[in-house]
């Protein structure tokens, strides 16, 4: 038996007008009972738990930077002691700004990779000059073999090193050296050499892990007839420390809120117990936390543990697939779709966009959130030109609600986690950190972008040191400083040594 429905709409509490949807119907001699059930009414308690399941009150902020502080100890207690790897970078001595020379750097972080050459003139005169050119990762080869991989890398380098020119010199008869920064868990065996853990952020080549990237990336160069040298190998966490630290004495940690997401900082060579022999001249060196596969006491989602299953790396990388770019758009997708399947959000039909994983990406959950327009225009023709749906004031409302959660848990445990590492940097060696300027530097594509992700971390850090302590705390966005930082970490570490 079918039955037509005409009801007056059902006023939504996020006050427009909806119409209810059918659920089924009883028959009773004479007359029809319908149960009708509102998509507002259906949908609103998937909101609702979503927003429980998200929050990060003060007491799971807090339960998150300890145990960011303890899994960091254990880590650098025993090698595999923790969810951090907390890996040696083999860079004990930091720029000092007295650096001279030409020197390159190679970028392979996530969506792009950038090569740069740059020319140090010592204190004085500081970058003379600066070039760089950025080319995105064709997708096929972020499946296909290292081989492929690192020879598109090679091949990229070979025409921008053949554009070299104006105020760029190098001293006859010398290679030219590289700084080679590369975004993915790497246990380095010395500075200019490091292995393959796994790859990360989408990407599945074969071939490379277990592999001396450097080598790697060397024999890419052979293959081409490329003389140049790689004399450093460093995590963009690192380049960005050391970028920063030319300009700025004061820096002690640097974050990556990009694609991914990592954090390293300086440590003292005597707080690294699974360290037997390294010499130090300055007793402190950098670690690379690799806290992107950080885990403890997460407020997650059921929308996380299925994006999680379905991922190349499923129960890896869990604070980085809650915080970082590459995730942040996933997980409101997955929330969008189970609303619309549950209360037909966007109408009676479920667009194929939506069923598309990654179809919805970080930036365009950005774009959602910056639309102050009364109706949310922007908002409504975003939905209908790229997710394929049309939209009621209420449903871009829920939207932006959706997108605001995920943003606003993603920010608060990225500051969370910040806090974790300041505390146990303090808790090592009273007065380091606290109670005087400490600079966090800050690079990668969220958080340049994201405003609302940038008060909200801002905002958890905050609330967990106060007042007091955090107006000494600076994170400051230290754009691509990565780049330069690694063409100085070539600089300090170049095989013709130095006499800055
Ligand atoms: P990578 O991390 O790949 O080295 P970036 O640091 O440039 O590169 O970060 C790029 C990432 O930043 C993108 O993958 C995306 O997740 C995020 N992003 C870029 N633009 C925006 C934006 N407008 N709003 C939010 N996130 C953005
Ligand atoms: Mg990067």
């Known amino acids: 038996m079918s039955v037509t429905v005409s009801s007056p709409g059902v006023r939504s509490i996020y006050g427009s007008t909806r119409s209810p949807k059918l659920l089924g119907s009883l028959s009773w001699p004479g007359r029809v009972i319908m149960a009708v059930q509102s998509n507002v009414i259906s949908v609103a308690p998937i909101l609702t738990k979503l927003k429980k399941d998200c929050a990060t009150p003060l007491p799971v902020l807090r339960h998150v930077a300890d145990a960011m502080a303890s ?26 700004g007295n650096e001279k020379g030409l020197f390159y750097a190679l970028d392979l972080g996530g969506t792009n990779f950038r090569v740069l050459r740059v020319q140090l003139g010592g204190k004085e005169e ?30 990229g380098l070979a025409k921008f ?33 490091g292995i393959l853990i796994k790859w990360t952020k989408g990407f599945a080549v074969s071939g490379t892990a277990g592999k001396d990237v450097v080598a790697c990336l060397n024999e890419a160069m052979q293959r081409l007839g490329l003389d140049m040298r790689v004399s450093a190998l460093v995590n963009d966490t690192v380049g960005t420390l050391a970028g920063a630290r030319y300009w700025d004495d004061d820096v002690m940690v640097a974050v990556i809120l990009g694609t991914g997401t990592n954090a390293c900082y300086v440590e003292r060579i005597d707080a690294i117990p699974k360290l037997q022999c390294h010499n130090s001249t300055f007793g402190r060196t950098i670690i690379n936390t690799e806290w992107g596969a950080f ?32 995730y942040l758009g996933e997980i409101v997708r997955r929330v969008l779709l189970k609303m619309a399947q549950a209360g037909e959000l966007f109408g009676d039909s479920i667009s194929e966009k939506l069923l598309t994983p990654f179809m919805l990406r970080t930036p365009d959950v950005c774009a959602i959130q910056q639309d102050t327009s009364k109706d949310l225009e922007v908002v409504g023709s975003f939905l209908r030109d790229v997710v394929g749906v049309s939209s009621k004031l209420s449903a871009r409302q829920i939207v932006v609600e959706v997108c605001d959660t995920i943003a606003k848990r993603g920010g608060r445990l990225a500051g969370a986690g910040i806090v974790g590492i300041l505390e146990k940097m303090e ?74």
């Open 427 to 500: 808790m090592d060696s009273k007065g380091l950190i606290f109670g005087k300027r400490t600079v966090v530097a800050m690079d990668g594509g969220l958080y340049e972008h994201y405003p609302q992700y940038r008060t909200y971390l801002q905002e958890a850090v905050n609330e967990l040191l106060g007042p007091e302590i955090t107006k000494n705390i600076v994170i400051e966005h230290t754009k691509d400083g990565s780049g330069i930082g690694a063409a100085l970490l070539a600089a300090t570490n170049s095989k013709y040594g130095h006499n800055f």
């Open 71 to 96: 899994d960091m100890r254990a880590g650098l207690a025993v090698e595999g002691g923790s969810d951090l790897k907390m890996i040696l970078s083999y860079v004990d001595s930091l720029p000092t």
């Open 126 to 155: 500081r970058v003379i000059a600066t070039e760089f050119e950025q080319v995105s990762i064709p997708p096929e080869l972020m499946f296909g073999t290292s081989e492929e991989l690192f020879d598109f890398i090679a091949s």
């Open 295 to 326: 885990s403890n006491g997460l407020p997650l989602t059921e929308f996380d543990r299925e994006m999680d299953a379905d991922s190349i790396n499923p129960g890896e990388q869990i604070f980085e697939k809650t915080i970082s770019g590459m």
């Open 161 to 193: 090193a053949e554009k070299e020119g104006g105020k760029f010199n190098l001293p006859d008869k010398q290679t030219r050296e590289i700084g080679f920064t590369f975004s993915f868990p790497v246990q380095q065996t010395s500075v200019d050499s």
